[in-house]
Structures are given as C-alpha cells and as structure tokens.
T-cell receptor
Framework: AQSVTQLGSHVSVSEGALVLLRCNYSSSVPPYLFWYVQYPNQGLQLLLK??????LVKGINGFEAEFKKSETSFHLTKPSAHMSDAAEYFCAVNTGFQKLVFGTGTRLLVSP | SQTIHQWPATLVQPVGSPLSLECTVEGTSNPNLYWYRQAAGRGLQLLFYSVGIGQISSEVPQNLSASRPQDRQFILSSKKLLLSDSGFYLC????????????FGPGTRLTVT
C-alpha cells in the first residue's frame, strides 16, 4: 500500500534561511508525488509534482523538490524563506485508482 | 479554465441537525470528484469519491453520505450531525491529465455545537 511520511509537524526558520521539508514515501507502483500548500482557512494549492520525468522538479513560489528513488524521498526546498511562505505543506502520493494519499502535513513558521 | 466552488464557506450547526454541503466544478466534464475532511491538527481524510454520476465510493464508515446528481455537482450530507463531524471539508476534482493531481475547492468550515 502507498503511504507518505512527513517528518516534523512544525518547522521553524528565519526569513532568508533555507527551507527544507521532508517527505518519504512508500509505493508498490512507480509513484507520482506531489507537494501542496495550504494557507489558513483555504483549500490546498498544488506547488509541484513529480511524474517520472526530471528528478528535480521546480514549482511555484521558488520551491523545488528532488525525487530520490534510492532514499524513497521527495523533500521540498526553497533557498530563501519569505514571510509569505508561512503555511501548512502536504506531501502526497498516488495510490492508483486516481486517489491520493496525503501525509499529515508540516506547518512552516517563518520568523523575521 | 477549470474552477471549483464550495458553499457555504462557513456553517455552524447544532448536534442532531441535518447537513448539506455542495461542490460544483466548471470548465471540465466527467471529472472524478472527492470529499475530504480535515480535523484540527490532523491531515486530510478521504471521505468519498465519485467517478461518474450516481457512482459513489465510501472510504470511511460514518454518518455522512455523498451524492452526485449531476456530472459536475457533488453533495455531502448528513441526517444527524455529531460533534465529531466538526472540521474543514474540502472538495477536489481530478481531470484525466495522466498524472493524478487533484485540484481543491476553497473549503467549508463546519462547527457542530
């Protein structure tokens, strides 16, 4: 069965610092992987997706993620955090049957 | 372009009252539709999904139900709400892009008192 583990329910960084949000997946089929962002009281917005093309995927707002099959990881990074990046981030993997399984989320806190 | 709507945006209902949340999608046909619940401090729980009119799959047994009366309309209902039904309800759709991503509506905040 497919699953996603997000390490760290909260991550705190200073403005301008590197952002690293961790995601490890388990999948019995070639995975499609996704990162979504959720701002308070809003729906989820797709940040980026891995669909077996390039292993380094660039998304919106300066975020990128690298698919590492050997480590079963798909960590999200951004070189320099901005106050507006404060939100909750969800990693997800396809299960087949056109369904996604989501991680429990990581709340990113950005301090000035 | 595709858009997804949910209403109401917020709802406060007493225990034991009925519930009806609506989700509609524009700009696409025959999408897969999904209902998720997000409880405070927890991730997303898939409640129902539908691959076509009248076709509903339930992921979690509970006192909620879903219906799809039209191609682009998805309704979440309950006959009698419980306190545990409080949460943020999200509707999403998938269109056959080959890569499985789902697009989410703005959500409905339900508080059961």
């Amino acid at each position: 069965a497919q699953s996603v583990t997000q390490l760290g329910s909260h991550v705190s960084v200073s403005e301008g610092a590197l952002v690293l949000l961790r995601c490890n997946y388990s999948s019995s089929v070639p995975p499609y992987l996704f990162w979504y962002v959720q701002y308070p009281n809003q729906g989820l917005q797709l940040l980026l997706k891995y669909t077996s093309a390039a292993t380094l995927v660039k998304g919106i707002n300066g975020f990128e993620a690298e698919f590492k099959k050997s480590e079963t990881s798909f960590h999200l990074t951004k070189p320099s955090a901005h106050m507006s990046d404060a939100a909750e981030y969800f990693c997800a993997v396809n299960t087949g049957f056109q369904k996604l399984v989501f991680g429990t989320g990581t709340r990113l806190l950005v301090s000035p | 372009s595709q858009t997804i709507h949910q209403w109401p945006a917020t709802l406060v209902q007493p225990v034991g009252s009925p519930l009806s949340l609506e989700c509609t999608v524009e700009g696409t046909s025959n999408p897969n539709l999904y209902w998720y619940r997000q409880a405070a401090g927890r991730g997303l729980q898939l409640l129902f999904y539908s691959v076509g009119i009248g076709q509903i799959s339930s992921e979690v047994p509970q006192n909620l139900s879903a219906s799809r009366p039209q191609d682009r309309q998805f309704i979440l209902s309950s006959k009698k709400l419980l306190l545990s039904d409080s949460g943020f309800y999200l509707c999403a759709y998938y269109r056959d892009s080959g890569s499985y991503e789902q697009y989410f509506g703005p959500g409905t905040r339900l508080t059961v008192t």
